[in-house]
């Protein structure tokens, strides 16, 4: 039987395992990437695991998610990671230089190769045929250390892309299309794999689009075959020696198929407040806007800018709205520039910002109470944005552009005909992308080879072993899809403390309940309760650590995404999955006592356990570990078993 694209890949890089969907398997790592807010707890992991330089293919270090530097502590954490960077021998990108995602694809991604990132956002790279997924941080550092990756083998879809896109649809259409259908949770465990013949009719930027959003359908990954226009992208990144043409055999088999006629496609947006609340434009035509931005590692290249900056050349956007176009990377806004579309964006009106994640997160350009706000983005968790009833679509540039020109939500295709003379906008790439590397310090030309702390680099908390009993309060009870943007907010005021976990904890799921850090301080063991799909959204570890911190030993869920879960394996708290029946009968505050032994069951294989609830019911909770994960939970967490691991060796 043939293989699929995505089989052979990990066949290339199978350490461990089988590639039977389900199991667990180990595969190598050649690239690595972290950013700045996941990135200073990866330095300090791998600084505890006594390492002397990474060693992967390529590291890549970038500071993107607070580069504002508001606070001394967000320019402490740049400069201890350039000097992170410098001392063990990875890439650093300048804060400003962009978005992580944005600047590996156009630097340092290529096809066949794996990528393991400590930003839920990794799978970018797979428009170009690399294999990348999103892990936690301590995952990324023992990856870079030169250990495995561990993760279930996910069953592969085929994704089977007929047609071509009509003017005014956009690969943004296409996801968002992937997202009505499946919702947030339809690529659990699932890699999406492209093929078809409206394949070769997307650009790679356009791939990437896709690739970056499958995130939000949950999915391990999603990953394009490479062709003639993955070689150009490359050739014109000056990179096209790195090509490889890679495809599935004809005769693989996939899990699962789900066919899209691009032809069919039409300008879509997700509505407040989840990616999967997705409508075409015109069913919310006419809903007021007052601000607009167009960037993000989704929508933030050249090519994406492009269309918009055409639409706005000429002619105003409305003064009672702000548009704002932040390029996903120096390279993005340098081209732009040097084409002359900046000058035109400004003189519609539009502000132009530096290269930063910073919106996405509620770091600057915060929208008005009570307004809508359109962005290019791909998440609009509620208050993800800074404001907590925030308003928030998620679009196409093409979308986005005439929303600023006509001030309220429109179909571009019904703007045009109202215009007359507005044109769907044609992407000329340039042959070659000739921006600077100024912001990228290449390993060989380190600037610093020993670390430097400010006063606000703490240390990475330990927890102890895996002991008997685990027996506590229920702190808090949840309802489905808690973020881990809940649970650790990445507001400026907060993520300053992402390396001093002492601080950050006492924010530790504020945005459900103010008081939860005070009371689970106080009480010092205990669980929560969710529903399904419990940290969704982001790969920060801080949403397991700081929990771990307070001293929550398990957390009791209907279903968890699958970055969190592993995240709480890897700091030592035990994650049980329970049926609707009993997360309905828990109430906050009873008291959830897990019956058995719980380290001699962890250790010899249980799958469920028995919870008694305030000494008056009983219910099952089924736990699906691996033996690695069990060993990890055994010994505390990750990073002990791995140190346990090194002094044995
Ligand atoms: Fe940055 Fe937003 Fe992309 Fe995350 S999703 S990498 S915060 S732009």
Known sequence: MGQTLTEKILDDHLVE???????EIGI??????????????????????????????????????QTYQFDFKN?????????????????????????????????????????????????????????????????????????????????????????????????????????????VKGGVGKVFEYTGPGVESLTVPERTTITNMGTELGATTSIFPTDERT??????????????????DEDAEYADEIVVDLSELEPLISAPSMPDNVVPVREVAGEDVEQVIVGSCTNGGYADILPAAK???????????????????????????????????MAAGVNVSESTCGPCIGIGHVPASDSVSLRTF??????????????????????????????????????????GD????????????????????????????????????????????????????????????????????ATSDILKYRSNIDKLSEFTLSRVDESFAERAKASDHGVLVAGENYGQGSSREHAAMCPMYLGVEAVLAQSFARIHKANLYNFGLLPLTIDEETYERIEQGDHVEVVDDVAAAVESGAEEFTVRVNDEWEATAEFDASEREREILAAGGKLTLTKQQYDED
């Not at 410098?86 to 990108?93: E, I, L, N, P, V």
């Not at 702000?322 to 990377?329: C, D, R």
């Not at 590397?437 to 908390?461: E, R, T």
Request: glycine residues 10%.
């Open 75 to 183: 320019t402490d954490d740049h400069r201890f990671l350039r000097s992170a960077a410098g001392t063990y021998g990875a890439y650093f990108s300048r804060p400003g230089n962009g978005i992580c995602h944005n600047v590996h694809k156009e630097n340092f991604a290529a096809p066949g190769k794996t990528m393991l990132g400590s930003d839920s956002h990794t799978p970018t790279p797979g428009g170009l045929g690399e294999l990348a997924i999103g892990a936690g941080g301590l995952d990324v550092a023992v990856a870079m250390g030169g250990g495995p990756y561990f993760v279930e083998m996910p069953e592969v879809v085929n994704v089977r892309l007929e047609g071509e896109l009509p003017e005014w649809a956009t690969a943004k259409d296409l996801i968002l299309e992937m997202l009505r259908r499946l919702s």
């Open 422 to 489: 507005l044109e769907s906008p044609g992407v000329e790439l340039p042959d070659q992308y000739d921006g600077s590397k100024a912001d990228i310090i290449d390993p060989d030309d380190a600037v610093d080879d020993d670390l430097i702390k400010g006063p606000n680099i703490g240390d990475v908390p330990l927890k102890d072993p895996l002991g008997a009993d685990i027996a506590g309060e229920t702190l808090l009870k949840m309802p489905d899809n808690i973020t881990t943007d809940h649970i650790i907010p």
């Open 311 to 345: 639409m706005v050349a000429d002619r105003e956007i409305k003064k009672d709205l702000e548009m704002i176009v932040a390029p996903g990377s120096k390279q993005a806004g340098e081209l732009l520039a040097r084409e002359g579309w900046t000058a035109e964006m």
């Open 17 to 23: 395992g089988d590639l039977e969907p389900g199991e």
């Open 28 to 65: 190598e790592i050649d690239q690595v990437l972290t950013q700045d807010t996941t990135g200073t707890m990866v330095w300090l992991q791998f600084e505890a695991l006594e390492l002397d330089e990474v060693q992967t293919e390529l590291a890549a270090q970038y500071c993107d998610h």
């Open 378 to 419: 791909n998440r609009n968790f509620e208050g993800r944005s800074g404001i907590e009833d925030d308003s928030v679509y998620l679009c196409s540039p093409q979308v986005a552009a005439a929303a600023a020109l006509k001030g309220e939500i429109v179909d571009p295709r019904d703007l045009a005909e109202e215009l």
């Open 231 to 248: 070689k150009t992208y490359l050739e014109r990144q000056g990179r096209g020696e790195e090509y490889v043409e890679l495809s599935p």
